[in-house]
């Protein structure tokens, strides 16, 4: 089967073939020939029912349909068995595969491909093609046998063969008539899925403020409920059509069974002779053709999902990386000045119109220095920090390590000089990243950060993270605390602390930071400990401005 051929046009075909060498040649023969050896068996069975009274034909069919079922048994194990465990080792793949690309990606392309198209390729559209796999080799086994029994079908009679190779050109063709509208009803009907997702999951988030309000709750209900309803409108349709297609295939098969068995007999008298075999044939057919028919929706699902996962592969691709990023990232050494130099940020809409940005800034921030960011909410300052810490790539300007360009080929060297937490910080059970960390330093952190009675450090991983928001983002700390990079970035932080511990975490936790060497930024509001700081800058709609009254902000 060359690459090029028609039935890599499918993109559930392509998808097999491009991930494993078993969907190609050796297994179309082997298909190939496990429907002929259906074929066979109709063929012997009506030749041995016909010397039924001839006992050494009889035999001799008897070994042949012996050594034939055989070769069928050995042929449908190998089609089910390689089928089902190259569609599992393929899925395997998908699912790495999709998963390094996301952990390859850009953070801002990555935010507009959004989780739920994410979700839905590792998941939806796995299963879909996991639970599909064995009906489509079937399905092409079965055209195969129904190939060899319309030839067998021919030989027993022309003008048979010609009513049934009619009824199947008609049948084709409503069927590809068909097969795009059906098609285009379960591509949205999946875009329709992944916005209940996305709802599904702002009740699940914010499920705090929806119960807080009943209007708010039922407004989202309703959303639920009307995503829901289209949903299972469009399949609805997509269902009564295809089974208006299937009673018409299933009519039309005993049509033509009644055809062979009324009206051909009036035409040629020399037709009663075969016209067991005939009816045999036809009803040898009509399973396998019943079963091609009933596997189209299942083979259009299994296409939508593997167009699916075509485009979201396509998608992570171009979130990756800037091309020359370097895939591995050299130690990170000490610095000496990191430099923002007319650095500007702009996020766009979906049609690529720029919005809200940053910039352009020009900063010198120097190895050791404690630096407090403060705005008022929507300034900029949560964007300029992933400007800072390398999530986002500058629309114009620059970044310097010691007055040398950061570079696409650095990035990743780059973000490895800081230590992170964000106001939307994510915190993790495993000290993913840090390896051969003493248990020991990691409880002392834990009882240094008052946590010592809430979790512990067990088996590579913290016995619970069920905290306060205070107490996450003490844990939180601990990790950075662990990471040891020379540059420390907090977002709110202490937002969520009780009096003493903020009163810690200013006078205590940043100046030990600062006296270790490190370069501290912190976003904050906390007015009362600017004097903490060696210096205080402000931010207001993207851009740094003199600040005039610290003790306002």
């Not at 097999?16 to 068996?41: C, H, P, Y």
């Not at 028919?293 to 396509?314: C, K, M, Q, W």
């Not at 900063?363 to 300029?384: H, M, R």
Request: net charge neutral.
């Amino acid at each position: 089967m060359p690459t090029g051929s028609l039935v890599d046009s499918f993109p559930i075909v392509r998808l097999l073939r491009r991930g494993s060498s078993k969907f190609g040649g050796e297994l179309v023969a082997i298909v190939v020939v496990s429907g002929l050896t259906n074929a066979l068996l109709l063929a012997i069975i009506n030749a041995a029912a016909q010397n039924a009274s001839n006992e050494a034909a009889n035999t001799r069919l008897f070994w042949l349909f012996a050594i034939v079922i055989t070769a069928f048994v050995v042929t449908q194990r190998h089609i089910l068995f390689t089928s089902t465990v190259e569609v599992e080792r393929l899925l395997h793949q998908v699912r790495v595969r999709l998963s390094r690309l996301v952990g390859a990606s850009d953070l801002l392309p990555l935010e507009r491909i959004g989780r739920s198209e994410i979700y839905a390729s590792v998941n939806r559209e796995t299963v879909a093609i996991s639970q599909a796999a064995a009906t489509i080799i079937i399905a092409c086994q079965s055209a195969a046998m129904v190939l060899f029994s319309t030839v067998y079908l021919a030989w027993l009679s022309r003008t048979a063969f010609v009513l049934t190779a009619l009824l199947t050109w008609v049948a084709l063709r409503i069927h590809f008539r068909r097969s795009a509208e059906y098609n285009r009803q379960l591509q949205e009907a999946t875009q329709r899925e992944d916005d209940f997702f996305d709802a599904l999951t702002h009740l699940l988030d914010g499920f705090k403020e929806v119960k807080m309000s009943r209007e708010r709750s039922e407004d989202l209900s309703e959303r639920l409920v009307d995503i829901s309803g289209t949903v299972s409108d469009l399949k609805t349709r997509a269902g009564t059509s295809f089974a208006a297609h299937y009673v018409f295939a299933t009519v039309a098969f005993y049509m033509l069974i009644a055809a062979i068995v009324f009206v051909l007999p009036r035409i040629s008298l020399t037709y009663s002779s075969v016209i067991i075999k005939l009816t045999a044939a036809v009803l040898f057919i009509i399973g396998p053709l019943s079963g091609l028919v009933g596997s189209i929706p299942i083979f259009a699902r299994a296409n939508v999902a593997a167009t699916n996962i075509e485009t979201l592969e396509h998608e992570l691709v171009e979130a990756g990386p800037a091309e020359g990023e370097a895939a591995a990232v050299p130690p990170v050494s000490g610095f000496g000045v990191l430099q923002l130099e007319d650095v500007t940020f702009r996020y766009r809409d979906k049609a690529g119109a720029p919005q809200f940005g940053i910039g352009p800034a020009t900063l010198t921030i120097p190895a050791g220095e404690l630096l407090f960011v403060v705005g008022g909410n929507g300034s900029g300052k949560s964007t300029f920090l992933k400007v800072l810490t390398g999530l986002y790539t500058p629309l114009a300007g620059r970044i310097a390590v010691d007055r040398t360009p950061v570079t696409p080929a650095d990035a990743a060297w780059y973000r490895s000089h800081f230590s992170v937490i964000f106001s939307d910080y994510h915190l993790f059970d495993r000290l993913y990243g840090l390896r051969g960390v003493d248990p020991d330093r990691v409880q002392a952190l834990l009882a240094q950060m008052q946590l010592a009675e809430k979790t512990r450090f067990e088996n590579g991983r913290f016995s619970t993270i069920e905290l306060s928001n205070g107490q996450k983002k003490r844990l939180a700390l601990v990790v950075c605390m662990l990471e040891d990079r020379p540059i420390m970035v907090f977002d709110e932080v202490a937002a969520d602390q009780d009096p003493s511990f903020r009163q810690y975490f200013y006078e205590e936790l940043l100046p030990s930071f600062k006296r270790q060497g490190k370069t501290v930024i912190a976003v904050t509001h906390d007015d009362r400990y600017f004097g903490v700081a060696d210096r205080v800058l402000k931010m207001d709609y993207g851009q740094f401005v003199p600040l005039t009254d610290v003790q306002g902000q």
